[in-house]
């Protein structure tokens, strides 16, 4: 599989202010996967433009990302999506007490002539409008999908496992996918297949799932299954983002560094533990003091 990177990528979806409870502290900072991804990305000398939705009373999140060297499109909006993520240890609970208007098609096709590749990136099953799944199926781009947002359902602003009907459209483009666990159990569910079964319903040439301090498997088109040990975390820093972490540099080590499937896997956990322990993408990188409202 040749994926080209000489104009870039595009991450799309929500950048969040993110508040983190954890052994009784709080953190608030940026997030969102086009702040985890699209940083991992650029920090690989990949030129990486991010399309999200943030407000303008918010608008100093996006300073951040700029320090990065993030090419950033961001769009209108009253609000900037918002989660609470409370740790107890493996366990996490969210909540997103607002959430961004849905990205829209016209803001996707604006820098489609300038990429090479698609990271689609949703939060929530509204974060990106259906019109851009559908501006993208009749592009030729690489689509990279990482299914969170189609794996959640929002009741009030609980966050909940639900599979959303957005997401057999989004796998219909989708070349690389990407899912945690617990999204992977509920997905099969859904589709009532397995995964064999679902790659070939969707063309899709590789599936990667992680299970945290598990590790995690990636599953090719052929039906071979490439498993991976988590790197040892001596501290738990803060998990926010690892998997995002992870997907990028996958894709970075499977289609810049041309790496094999396993090979790749490896190099992707240790980002990812880097980032569990706090020495990736550091608190001083994503800290914010404020909420802008």
């Given amino acids: 599989m040749s994926i080209r ?3 870039g990528i595009v991450v799309i979806g929500s950048t969040t202010i993110d508040k983190n409870v954890q ?9 969102g996967v086009t702040t985890y991804s ?3 990305y650029r920090r690989h000398g990949i030129k990486t433009r991010i399309v999200s ?3 303008k009373q918010d608008l100093q999140i996006l300073a951040k990302l700029n320090q990065e060297k993030l090419v950033i499109h961001n769009g209108t909006t009253p609000n900037t999506t918002q989660f609470k993520n409370s740790f107890d240890g493996d366990e996490r609970r969210q909540q997103m007490p607002f959430k961004a208007s849905p990205i829209k098609a016209s803001q996707v ?3 489609l002539d300038h990429v090479r590749s698609v990271h689609l990136g ?3 099953p509204l974060d990106i409008d259906s019109g851009c ?3 993208l199926g009749k592009t030729k781009l690489p689509v990279f999908l990482d299914v969170q947002g189609y794996a959640r359902r929002i009741e009030n602003t609980e966050v909940y496992s639900g599979v959303s009907n957005h997401l057999p459209t989004a796998l219909k483009i989708a070349r690389i996918v990407k899912a945690n666990d617990p999204e992977i159990k509920s997905i099969l569910h859904f589709f009532n297949t397995d995964l064999d079964d679902l790659l070939q319903a969707y063309d899709i040439d590789e599936f990667v799932v992680t299970q945290g301090k598990k590790g995690g498997y990636v599953k090719d088109n052929t039906g071979n ?3 991976y040990n988590a790197d040892l975390v001596q501290t738990i820093d803060d998990p926010t983002g690892a998997g995002d972490v992870f997907f990028a540099a996958y894709i970075v080590s499977r289609f810049l560094k041309k790496k094999n499937i396993s090979d790749a896997c490896v190099y992707a956990a240790k980002l990812a533990a880097l980032q569990v322990s706090g020495n990736y993408i550091t608190q001083d990188c994503l800290s914010i003091s404020f909420i802008g409202r």
């Fill in 38 to 40: 699209g940083i991992t």
């Fill in 53 to 55: 939705n943030v407000a």
């Fill in 5 to 7: 990177f000489e104009k």
């Fill in 225 to 227: 299954e490439f498993r």
């Fill in 133 to 135: 799944i559908s501006v």
């Fill in 23 to 31: 052994n009784d502290k709080s953190r608030l900072k940026v997030g």
């Fill in 122 to 124: 949703p939060l929530h």
């Fill in 109 to 111: 096709n604006e820098v």
